[in-house]
Every structure is written in structure tokens, then in C-alpha cells.
């Protein structure tokens, strides 16, 4: 039985997070509030007849809240079974997610504070795990499966990873500092028969880092 779990390693503070009152049999997605610097600024939870395009505020939030004039854009949409969704991504002002109209996409990170992508997945009794280090991830409600965001790492000349397989009490991992190709993947695992034996699992977990 094969369980795969994607995991975002950098915590994503969720603050600030507003609801408005839906009607009954109406679904709820998340909205990002986000200024004209790109910076999102706030989240709420609402129906796309009052948030969307064309809806009651016109993806525009109304002037009697502190983010009057800032713009409304999908963030999560509404859970497919339920109808209704609370998940969100906000950052800090530190670490602020941003949104790019032109490509669509909201990116969070960066060197000073990155925010590398782990994925997890136990095939039969062996747990495999790779982290990228990206410094930043992209993500949108297009990305969505399942009610959960799947986190797409930035991946540049000097983004490293780590891969590790545990099988029992025995554990073997390998670091890379710059991304590899499949056969120097395989090459520097050589002598490790658990990473081996599962390649082709953490070549599809590496996904956007190993060179074609």
C-alpha cells in the first residue's frame, strides 16, 4: 500500500482571517485581500456571488473595512464534497506572500527567509522523503487537490536537496547541493540500497529539481 503526504516545511502564519456570513446552500472559497503593491494583506472565507468578479463587491473589498479598494482574488476554492473551505496561505510582514496579476500565481518566500518544499511518501515499509531547498514557492487555487495546496519550489542553479529512506531502524539520506540529473542521482546513491530500490519514486518526488 503506497500513502504519499505533501508537506510544506515552512510554517505559513495564518492571521488575520475574516469570514462573511454566507447563505444557506451557498459555497465558500477563500479570497486573498491583496494591496497594489501584490502584497496579500488579509484572507476571508466567502461566496464568489459576494467576493468574485461581478459578484456583490465585485472583487473589490468594500470601503467600511480597513482594506477599502484592495482586490479580491481566489485563493483556495471551495471544497468540492463540502461546499466550503478554510484553508489559506498568509505570511507576515516579514515574509509577506505576494500575488502577480499577470501570471496569476502567488509566491511566498526568499533567500533571507525561503521556504523549502518536503514531500513525504511510505511505499510498503519504506518511508521516502525529499526536501527541496527552494527560497521560494508558488502556488494558486489551480494547485488545489484534495483541500490541500500543492507548493511549487522556484528551482535555480543553487537550489539543493536531500533525500532519505527509512526502512525500520535503518536510515540512508543523501544531500545535494545544486540540482542533479537522474544519473548522477543514481551515482551518488550507489552504495545505498534503500534509496536505490526506490529512484524511481524520489526522481517523481523531486519533481522541478532534477535535470532533464
Not at 513525504?120 to 525529499?130: F, G, I, M, P, R
Not at 527552494?134 to 494558486?140: A, L
Not at 550507489?190 to 518526488?205: G, H, N
Amino acid at each position: 500500500m503506497k500513502k504519499i503526504i505533501n508537506i510544506l516545511l515552512a510554517t505559513l502564519v495564518l492571521t488575520g482571517v475574516s469570514t462573511v456570513s454566507a447563505y444557506a446552500g451557498e459555497e465558500n472559497a477563500t479570497y486573498a485581500v491583496v494591496n497594489s503593491s501584490g502584497v496579500v494583506t488579509n484572507v476571508i472565507v466567502c461566496s464568489a456571488a459576494t467576493c468574485g468578479p461581478g459578484g456583490a463587491w465585485n472583487a473589490t473589498m468594500p470601503n467600511d473595512t480597513p482594506w477599502a479598494g484592495q482586490k479580491l482574488v481566489l485563493q483556495v476554492p471551495a471544497n468540492p464534497v463540502t461546499g466550503q473551505n478554510q484553508g489559506s496561505v498568509i505570511g507576515t510582514p516579514e515574509n509577506p506572500v505576494k500575488y502577480d496579476s499577470q501570471s496569476q500565481t502567488f509566491t511566498h518566500g526568499s533567500a533571507s527567509t525561503p521556504v523549502p518544499v518536503r514531500n513525504s511518501e511510505t511505499v510498503d515499509n519504506t518511508t521516502l522523503v525529499a526536501t527541496i531547498q527552494s527560497d521560494v514557492v508558488t502556488f494558486g487555487p489551480e494547485k488545489v487537490v484534495n483541500g490541500q495546496m500543492q507548493f511549487t519550489p522556484v528551482v535555480t542553479a543553487n537550489t539543493g536537496a536531500t533525500i532519505s529512506a527509512t526502512e525500520g531502524v535503518v536510515k540512508e539520506s543523501q544531500s545535494f547541493t545544486t540540482p542533479q540529473t537522474r544519473n548522477q542521482i543514481a551515482q551518488a546513491v550507489q552504495d545505498k540500497s534503500l534509496l536505490q530500490r526506490r529512484l524511481d519514486r524520489i526522481y517523481v518526488m523531486l519533481r522541478g529539481w532534477v535535470l532533464d
